[in-house]
């Protein structure tokens, strides 16, 4: 996908056309549960400014928009209480790009996933 198409799934739920269950909001991003956990603790963490993915995000995004997603990390992982630094056992970030990459929503976003032992990277690399 190389345009951004505004009726995804996300851009909807950045409305408030479609529910979610919000984690934390603030001017440059948005977080909610995934609708399909893959840990115990698996949230997401898009911008509210319209990116396809990475790529796009660090290429295109402003320098304060780039700043206030990498802040919002940490804010979420302490708020629920899964980062070593607020007594958590730690976390994982995922953040699909592409077709091999199996990203399913073309709004960037990242996975945090957290709370059972997540075992090796990859299952399967070939
Ligand atoms: P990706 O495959 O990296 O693009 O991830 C997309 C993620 O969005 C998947 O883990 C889905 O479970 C999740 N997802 C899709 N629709 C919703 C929704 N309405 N609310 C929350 N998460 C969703």
Redesign the pocket.
Same mark, same amino acid.
């Given at each position: 996908m190389t345009t951004y198409d505004n009726q995804n &799934?996300f851009a909807k &739920?950045l409305r408030g056309e &479609?529910p979610?269950e919000k984690i934390y909001e603030d001017d440059y991003v948005f977080s909610?549960?995934?609708?399909?956990p893959q840990a115990p603790s698996h949230i997401?963490i898009i911008p509210k400014g319209a990116y396809l993915d990475i790529n796009d995000f660090s290429k295109n995004a402003t320098n304060e928009e780039i700043i206030g997603f990498n802040k919002s990390i940490p804010i979420v992982a302490d708020q629920l209480g899964i980062s070593e630094a607020a007594g958590g056992k730690g976390y994982r970030l995922i953040s699909?790009a592409g077709a091999e990459a199996?990203?399913?929503?073309a709004h960037f976003?990242v996975?945090l996933l957290a709370g059972r032992n997540l075992g090796p990277m990859l299952v399967s690399i070939k």
């Open positions: &799934i &739920i &479609i979610c909610f549960k995934d609708v399909n997401l699909n199996h990203q399913t929503v976003h996975h």
